[in-house]
């Protein structure tokens, strides 16, 4: 931290926010059922979204027990998101993290009763999703919003949409992307074509469509940390943005990561895989990217199948999220502050926060 940084009030408590994950394999089932009965998932009436809940649930379930058995038959994310919480805490005196899931324990219910406990003084809503979507973000925190007013829990609170272009975050991500690259072009030959794909969560093309700012932001995350990438190589590596994780039948975004993987088998190019929109391992990276995917490269007979790894708990992660954090607080409570600290509010249409909760609450 520098002199220049601003320092948080004592007893500040920041709730992370991500979607969570099966603690074993007989919540695989009812995790995934809530995942798909969230309106913000799958927009349908409430009488047919129950239904077809169930039906979507089911319809991957066998796949799904498979990915999590892979992983010793639950997800890592929880464990994983406590260790940057405790790394959080060390970076920054006077706070306390508490951690609140979408889907699966802890929820944002019982974690909202935590932090009224604790009695703090002042709530940062900390969403670990670099990029917003109502999907993730939105909807994490209208049911925090929800979980805060059922609690009872007052205490003047600064919401943070979205921190995809913050420099430091951008600088640090850069660091496991240039590592591995160098590995690859140590392996294959300085001569080898390389390809840099940043592997976003996809999003069904209907929700884009309807005002989620989610692609755009997760393109102009990916220029962040390819500045951050040229600054330190002295070149601009060949790159693309790709899409992972198509979860229902519907057209979700493209180019898919699979056909990112065919086109760079057509041009002969190794490829270096990035998970952009996740900031910690979980099934879509340690099972899609470094099973699945990897079996289609070998498939094609890709030169090369390089993973960079999520930053978990990485020191320059969390000290780019400590620095976040710091000046997110220092703008008072308010609605939101993002995009390098400036704040934003109700008013302010560039919030896609401050956007969507007007249309929660209408
Ligand atoms: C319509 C379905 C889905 C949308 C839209 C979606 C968006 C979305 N998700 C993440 C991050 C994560 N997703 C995770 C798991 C997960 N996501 C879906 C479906 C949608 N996600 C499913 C069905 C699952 C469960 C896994 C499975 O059954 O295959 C996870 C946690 C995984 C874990 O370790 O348990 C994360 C994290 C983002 C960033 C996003 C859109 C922006
Ligand atoms: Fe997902
Ligand atoms: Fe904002």
Not at 6 to 28: K, Q, Y
Not at 80 to 105: N, V
């Amino acid at each position: 931290m520098n002199d220049s940084e601003p320092v948080l009030p004592v007893r500040t408590a920041i709730v992370l926010f991500n979607l969570g994950g099966p603690d074993g394999p007989d919540s695989i089932k009812p995790f995934r059922v809530n995942l798909f009965s969230d309106p913000a998932i799958i927009r349908a009436p409430v009488f047919v979204r129950f239904w077809l809940a169930r039906l979507i649930a089911r319809s991957a379930q066998k796949k799904a027990e498979e990915g999590y058995a892979l992983m010793g038959g639950k997800s890592p994310l929880l464990d994983l998101t406590r260790q940057q919480a405790d790394a959080l805490e060390s970076a920054l005196p006077g706070a306390k993290c508490f951690i609140a899931m979408r889907y699966w324990h802890p929820f944002a219910r019982d974690v909202a009763r935590e932090v009224k406990a604790w009695n703090p003084e002042r709530i940062l809503l900390l969403p670990l999703y670099p990029q917003f979507s109502t999907t993730t973000t939105g909807s994490s925190l209208a049911d925090w919003h929800d979980s805060a007013a059922r609690a009872g829990l007052v205490a003047p609170t600064t919401t943070l949409c979205c921190w995809y272009d913050d420099p430091a975050f951008a600088a640090a991500t850069a660091e496991p992307v240039i590592r591995t690259y160098e590995t690859a072009r140590a392996e294959l030959g300085a001569g080898a074509k390389i390809r840099l794909l940043f592997s976003a969560h996809g999003l069904p093309e209907s929700i884009v469509k309807a005002g989620d700012p989610y692609q755009e932001e997760v393109e102009a995350c990916t220029e962040a940390v390819m500045a951050a990438i040229e600054r330190r190589l002295g070149h601009r590596p060949d790159h693309q943005v790709c899409y992972q994780s198509r979860a229902t039948p519907q057209k979700w975004l493209e180019p898919s990561t699979e056909q990112a993987i065919e086109q760079a088998a057509r041009d002969n190019t190794a490829v270096v895989v990035i998970p952009i929109a996740f900031v910690s391992e979980h099934i879509e990276t340690l099972v899609e990217l470094d099973v699945e995917y990897r079996e289609v490269a070998d498939h094609l007979k890709l030169p090369g199948y390089y993973r960079a790894p999520a930053q978990n708990d990485d020191p320059a992660f969390i000290a780019a999220l400590a620095g976040i954090a710091r000046r997110a607080v220092a703008h008072g409570p308010g609605l939101c502050s993002h995009r390098g600290g400036r704040a934003c509010d109700a008013r302010n249409r560039d919030c896609p926060w401050a956007r969507y909760r007007a249309v929660v609450a209408a």
